[in-house]
C-alpha cells in the first residue's frame, strides 16, 4: 500500500509536468515568420520583376542568424534572411539541454552520411546537421569554448591579415557575450567577459557528481586546473564547461539571442522558413561574375512549390554551413570547372577551393561501469523504476529548470597535449608525434566527461546499464577530406568525405588520448565511483591490456564525428586554394560572400560555434561601415 501511494504521488508530479509542457506548447508566442512566399518574393513565372533588398542572407544558421540581427540595426538596409527549416524555439527538445540527441535522425535534422571511411572500417558515419533557426547552435551540446588564442593567430597569419589575430578577432567574443558570474567559480575574470551581449553564457546546467570527480581526478593525473577556458591565458586544463545556457535552464542558441521578437519585428528584416535556396544568380560585368539574388523554393515538386527569386541590390552572403555553403556555391556555378562540368551545371566561375579542405573533430568513445547507478541514463527511460526517476527530474526541471534534464550532457572537460611530459612520460612514450598545434599553448586532445553510455550519437548502449562515456576528441587532426556534389539537384545530398584517420598521426594521438582517459580514470577520487573490475562485454575495461596497435583498432572502427566540420570555403588567399579573403568575399565574384564554419582555414583547438558567432559579428561591423551613408539603390 505504502508502495502503490508512492507510485500515486510520483505519477500526479509526471502528469504536472506533463500538463506544463502542454499548456506551453498551446500558448507559446509564435515568431514573425513568414511561409507565404509571395509576401517577400517574385515566382519566376511570373517575369523577369523581383522582389528587392540590399541584403539577402541564405541560411539562418548559427552565423546567419547572427547577421540577420545586425544588419537590420541599420534601418538603411534592408535584409531577407531564407532558412530552409522552421524555428528551434518551438522544438521541445532544442530548447532543454539535455535532450537535443532526440532532434537527430528527425525532420530537423538532414541526416547526413559520409561516404565509406576507407581509413576508419569503410563505414558511413552520421553526420547530423540541424535543419532549424540557429543551426546547429539549435542541437549541439551547448559548450561554450572558442579554441586557443594561437588558433586565431594562426588564422590571421594563413590569411595576411592581423585583424583576425586573437588580440583583435577576440572582441567579437567578448561583444556576443553576457557571462554569468557564478559564487562556485569564483576563478572566472568577469573583466574578461562580455556582459551585455545577446548570448548568455554561465554554469546553469546540473553537473554529476561523477563530473566534479572527473575534474579531481584530471588534476591529481597531472592536468591543470583552468579558472576560464576562454582567455588570453589560453586552453589548457581541466574544470566544468561554461555553457550557452539561461538562468531558467534553457538553450541559448543564436535564433533565441539574435532574431527575438523585438528583432523580428523590424520593417527592414524578413526571415522566411521552410524554403530551400536552389541557386545563387548572377550577371557578369566587364567579365567578372556578380551576385545579384537568389532563387528558393519550399520543396523539389514544382507543380506543387515553385521557385521564387528575390533580388540582392549590394550583396549576397552564404551562411549554410560547411555542407550546404559550398554546395549552394557548386550548384550556383562558382567552383571547380571540372566537376561542375560533369554534372552539366554551367560554369559562372572556376575557383578550385570550394568543397575542398574539409576538417573535423574525430572522437571516440570510452565506456566505463560506475558502482553506484547514479548516472542519468534514465532521461531515457526503459522500464518503470527509470520512467519514474524521468517523471521526478521532468517535474524539477518543468517547475525550476534545474536537474538532470538541464544537463548539456557533455559536462566536464579536459585538454591537454599529446606531448605533455606527465601524462606521457618519455620513459613510458618514447615515440615521438608530429605537432600540429597552432602553438606551444594550444591542446590537441580533448576529453569530455559524459553521465551516460553513448552509443550512435543519441542512442544508449543498453537499457539499464549503469556507466558512463569519456569521449577522447582529436582537436588537431591532419587529415583533410572534401565535399562534391551527388547531381545537380538541389534536394540531393551531397557526397561527404572527411577522410577520418588518413594520417597515422591522428591514429597515434587518439591512441595517446585513450589512454589518458584510462589514467584519470584509475586516478582517486574518480576511483571511488568507477568500477575499474568490470568485465561487460559492452564497455570498455579491457583497453587496458591491449596493445597500442590493438586500440588502434578499435579507434578506427568506432571513430564518430563531433560535430565540427569546417574549411569547404576556407580563408586563404586564391594561390592557397581559398574561397574566400579576409573580408569573406569569394574570389573573383562580387557582391559574394560566405560567412560561417566553412571558412575557417584550419580547424581550432576546441569548440567550433564561438568562433563562428565571432565571425559573423566580425562580419556584420564591417559591412556596416562599409555602407554606412551609402544612399539605396533605388
Known amino acids: 500500500m505504502e508502495n502503490n501511494h508512492l507510485y500515486q504521488k510520483i505519477f500526479s508530479a509526471a502528469g504536472l509536468a506533463a500538463f506544463t509542457i502542454f499548456f506551453r506548447y498551446i500558448f507559446r508566442k509564435e515568431s514573425k515568420l513568414i511561409q507565404d512566399y509571395t509576401k517577400v518574393a517574385r515566382k519566376i513565372d511570373e517575369g523577369r520583376e523581383f522582389d528587392q533588398y540590399d541584403i539577402i542572407i541564405v541560411g539562418g544558421g548559427t552565423a546567419g542568424c547572427v547577421l540577420a540581427s545586425r544588419l537590420s540595426e541599420d534601418p538603411t538596409l534592408r535584409v531577407l534572411l531564407i532558412e ?35 581509413h576508419a572500417g569503410n563505414k558511413k558515419k552520421f553526420w547530423p546537421r540541424a535543419r532549424l533557426l540557429g543551426g546547429c547552435s539549435s542541437i549541439n551540446a551547448q559548450m561554450a569554448q572558442y579554441g586557443a588564442p594561437s588558433d586565431f593567430d594562426e588564422w590571421a597569419q594563413i590569411i595576411g591579415d592581423d585583424s583576425w589575430s586573437w588580440q583583435n578577432f577576440s572582441q567579437y567574443f567578448r561583444k556576443f557575450e553576457n557571462f554569468h558570474p557564478d559564487p562556485r567559480y569564483p576563478h572566472v575574470d568577469p573583466a574578461q567577459r562580455g556582459n551585455s551581449g545577446p548570448m548568455d553564457i554561465g554554469y546553469f546546467t546540473h553537473l554529476w557528481k561523477g563530473s566534479q ?37 534553457q538553450r541559448v542558441s543564436t535564433e533565441t539571442a ?31 561574375p556578380h551576385a545579384v539574388g537568389v532563387e528558393f523554393a519550399k520543396s523539389k515538386n514544382g507543380r506543387d512549390a515553385p521557385r521564387f527569386r528575390a533580388r540582392a541590390l549590394k550583396e549576397v552572403i552564404i551562411s549554410g554551413g560547411a555542407v550546404h555553403s559550398p554546395q549552394i556555391l557548386m550548384l550556383s556555378g562558382v567552383g571547380p570547372a571540372e566537376h561542375l562540368k560533369q554534372l552539366r551545371i554551367p560554369v559562372v566561375h572556376d575557383l578550385r577551393g570550394v568543397g575542398s579542405n574539409l576538417m573535423d573533430h574525430p572522437f571516440f568513445n570510452l565506456r566505463l561501469k560506475e558502482k553506484d547507478g547514479s ?15 524521468f517523471a521526478k527530474a521532468l517535474l524539477q526541471y518543468q517547475l525550476f529548470g534545474t ?26 612514450y618514447s615515440d615521438t608525434i608530429e605537432d600540429s598545434n597552432s602553438g606551444p599553448e594550444s591542446p590537441d586532445i580533448e576529453l569530455i566527461l559524459v553521465p551516460v553510455p553513448v552509443e550512435n550519437h543519441n ?8 556507466a558512463f562515456t569519456t569521449a577522447v576528441i582529436l ?18 545530398a551531397p557526397l561527404i568525405n572527411p577522410n577520418y584517420l588518413e594520417t597515422q598521426h591522428d591514429v597515434d594521438v587518439l591512441v595517446r588520448g585513450v589512454r589518458a582517459a584510462l589514467k584519470i580514470t584509475h586516478t582517486a577520487p574518480l576511483t571511488s565511483l568507477v568500477d575499474v573490475d568490470s568485465t561487460h562485454p559492452l564497455l570498455d575495461h579491457h583497453f587496458t591490456r591491449l596493445s597500442d596497435e590493438e586500440l588502434a583498432d578499435e579507434i578506427r572502427d568506432r571513430i564518430e564525428t563531433i560535430y565540427h566540420p569546417v574549411g569547404t570555403c576556407a580563408m586563404k588567399p586564391l594561390a592557397q586554394g581559398g574561397v574566400v579573403d579576409a573580408q569573406l568575399k569569394v574570389h573573383g565574384v562580387d557582391g559574394l560572400r560566405v ?33 554606412s551613408g551609402v544612399n539605396k539603390t533605388v
Open 258 to 288: 539574435y532574431l527575438t521578437d523585438e528583432v523580428l519585428a523590424r520593417q527592414n528584416l524578413k526571415v522566411i522558413t521552410h524554403a530551400r535556396v536552389t541557386k545563387v544568380l548572377f550577371e557578369t560585368d566587364n567579365g567578372t
Open 475 to 492: 582537436l588537431r587532426p591532419t587529415s583533410v577530406g572534401d565535399l562534391r556534389l551527388h547531381s545537380n539537384d538541389p534536394w540531393d
Open 459 to 466: 542512442g544508449m548502449l543498453a537499457p539499464g546499464l549503469d
Open 213 to 249: 570527480l572527473f575534474i579531481e581526478a584530471s588534476m591529481n593525473a597531472g592536468v591543470p586546473y583552468s579558472p576560464d577556458f576562454g582567455t588570453t591565458a589560453g586552453t589548457k586544463g581541466t574544470n566544468k564547461a561554461l555553457t550557452y545556457v539561461d538562468s531558467r535552464g
Open 595 to 627: 560567412c560561417d564554419a566553412s571558412i575557417y582555414p584550419k580547424l581550432v583547438s576546441g569548440h567550433t560555434a564561438g568562433a563562428c558567432i565571432a565571425a559573423a559579428e566580425k562580419l556584420a561591423d564591417l559591412i556596416k561601415a562599409e555602407y
Open 84 to 118: 530552409a527549416g522552421g524555428s528551434g524555439k518551438a522544438v521541445f527538445e532544442s530548447r532543454v539541454p539535455s535532450a537535443f540527441g532526440q532532434i537527430y535522425r528527425t525532420g530537423n535534422d538532414y541526416q547526413f552520411y559520409t561516404e565509406p571511411q576507407i
Open 403 to 428: 536537474g538532470p534534464l538541464s544537463s548539456n550532457v557533455g559536462e566536464a572537460v579536459a585538454f591537454f597535449r599529446s606531448d605533455d611530459p606527465v601524462l606521457f612520460p618519455p620513459a613510458e
Open 375 to 389: 548516472s542519468i541514463h534514465y532521461l531515457t527511460p526503459y522500464d518503470l523504476k527509470s520512467s519514474l526517476r
